[in-house]
T-cell receptor
Framework: AQTVTQSQPEMSVQEAETVTLSCTYDTSESNYYLFWYKQPPSRQMILVIR??????QNATENRFSVNFQKAAKSFSLKISDSQLGDTAMYFCAFMAAGNMLTFGGGTRLMVKP | DTGVSQDPRHKITKRGQNVTFRCDPISEHNRLYWYRQTLGQGPEFLTYFQNEAQLEKSRLLSDRFSAERPKGSFSTLEIQRTEQGDSAMYLC?????????????FGPGTRLLVL
């Protein structure tokens, strides 16, 4: 069974600064996918970024980028130029061949003006 | 695409009653997933359909829970004889058959409160 751990229950960052959210996972699979999802307060979950395990290059999406360390089973999310709209719960998630997502416990991010 | 929709958005029921939730996936998405999310936690997988076939069920899905996806379009999740422990957000997601088929798109969820 796969497990996903997010060790930071809460974080805060000043607007326009950079913040990094941590995620580690445990698996014996060799082919898998990793995701970061964002869940704003009382709103639905949306995909932030995805990473295929077979790709060595780290994924980027505008202000969002990941640091994928396959050997260390680490998958952190960096948010640059933080905006007030980035305030949300962030979930790291893992998917292998079974197609279901295994989520971490989440990190609550507060962006302060 | 209009996105994944779920109905109702909120449901309050008394213990012992049956409830049914509906999920309409993004059109032409052949995979549909149900997850349960309790307050302050990450979602947990319940079950998964590819077209009309239910391919995977979590051990979390007790015999009081049943899910269907007739004709491979919308899906329903029914909980019989609800218990207070069933109070949670029930999330539906869908993913496409082609392209980024590993990416799941979530609906707004149905929040269930069992009194």
């Amino acid at each position: 069974a796969q497990t996903v751990t997010q060790s930071q229950p809460e974080m805060s960052v000043q607007e326009a600064e950079t913040v990094t959210l941590s995620c580690t996972y445990d698996t014996s699979e060799s082919n898998y996918y990793l995701f970061w999802y964002k869940q704003p307060p009382s709103r639905q979950m949306i995909l932030v970024i995805r990473q295929e395990a077979y790709k060595q290059q780290n994924a980027t999406e505008n202000r969002f980028s990941v640091n994928f360390q396959k050997a260390a089973k680490s998958f952190s999310l960096k948010i640059s130029d933080s905006q007030l709209g980035d305030t949300a719960m962030y979930f790291c998630a893992f998917m292998a061949a079974g197609n279901m997502l295994t989520f971490g416990g989440g990190t609550r991010l507060m962006v302060k003006p | 695409d209009t996105g994944v929709s779920q109905d109702p958005r909120h449901k309050i029921t008394k213990r012992g009653q049956n409830v049914t939730f509906r999920c309409d996936p993004i059109s032409e998405h052949n995979r549909l997933y149900w997850y349960r999310q309790t307050l302050g936690q990450g979602p947990e997988f319940l079950t998964y359909f590819q077209n009309e076939a239910q391919l995977e069920k979590s051990r979390l899905l007790s015999d009081r829970f049943s899910a269907e996806r007739p004709k491979g379009s919308f899906s329903t999740l029914e909980i019989q004889r609800t218990e207070q422990g069933d109070s949670a957000m029930y999330l539906c997601a869908s993913s496409p058959a082609r392209g980024l088929k590993e990416t799941q798109y979530f609906g707004p969820g149905t929040r269930l409160l069992v009194l």
